[in-house]
């Protein structure tokens, strides 16, 4: 893996042009064009964060079975008869069927079709135009510099891959953590296996800030395996978004607000109408 450094420079007064981010962090993909705009204080991004595209595995975390199933196409395009596509997941344009609530299967590795097949969209990577930006209450965010169409995908969450137990001692701590478990399909009364931290490792989904009102959602896909305990993690537009529009997701989506059970420790300050008062 690319250890991409952070750089000791000042972002202070760059406004709304910005600073190209392969200034500050090197060997950054080519696709992901990243700029960093700091108007509102002192602060400078944090020197402890290393940009990866991809999963970080640590200690005891193994690697998924490999099973997997090819299509039986002969194109370099799946059509709507291929194996792989019997449940439609995108639409012509490549955007996510929004009515899918359940984990996407993209062709894989075994699948003959080439890799500008409609099925597989996020192995193939989105080009990201986007701002890193200081954002007053929140800290830094990160904001889309074109318009985003409702199904459209934005990027991966990415990070170091750990154990269940490993993230409880990470997140024993009052503060907010980078902490998102891998159970999209694990029952609510169980536990996850893993959890993926993009606290010191990640990419720019690292900035994606809280909202009660959240622009993006996330789905689990599988591309190159079918174990459900190690899915991807993939940032869908859950409606039209705008050039200049912040880039969000609900941290806790699941109802929590009528547990009487629940402690909130996290105050929201999202502002959305709908704001619920607490993140989780």
Known sequence: MVQ??????RVLGYGAKGV?????????????KIRICNSLDNALLPTDFTYTNDYIRRAGVPYPSNVVF????VDEACGANC???RVPIYDERG?????????????????????????RVVQRGQP??????????????????????????????????????????????????YLFDLDKEVPHSCEPAFTVDARLYGNVSHFFNHSC???????????????????????????DIEAGEELTFDYCPHDIAGSAHTLHKFVCLCGAPNCRGFVF
């Not at 090819?70 to 196409?73: F, H, K, L, R, T």
């Open 83 to 85: 194996d792989c596509m």
């Open 4 to 9: 991409y450094q952070l750089q000791k420079q």
């Open 95 to 119: 955007r996510l069927c929004t009515a899918l609530e359940y984990p996407l299967h993209e062709c894989n590795h075994l699948c003959p079709c080439s890799a500008d097949c409609p099925n």
């Open 213 to 239: 009102a959240p622009n993006l959602g996330i789905w689990a896909v599988y591309i190159n395996h079918l174990d459900p305990r190690l899915h991807e993690l993939a940032f869908f537009a859950i409606r």
């Open 20 to 32: 190209d981010l392969k200034h500050v962090l090197r060997n950054v993909p080519d696709l992901h």
């Open 70 to 73: 090819p299509c039986s196409c």
């Open 128 to 177: 990201i135009d986007m701002d890193i930006f200081r954002a007053a209450g929140k800290g830094w965010a990160a904001r889309t510099n074109k318009p985003i169409e409702q199904g459209e995908f934005v990027c991966r969450y990415t990070g170091e891959l750990l154990t269940n137990q490993d993230a409880e001692i990470r997140g024993g701590g009052d503060s907010l953590t």
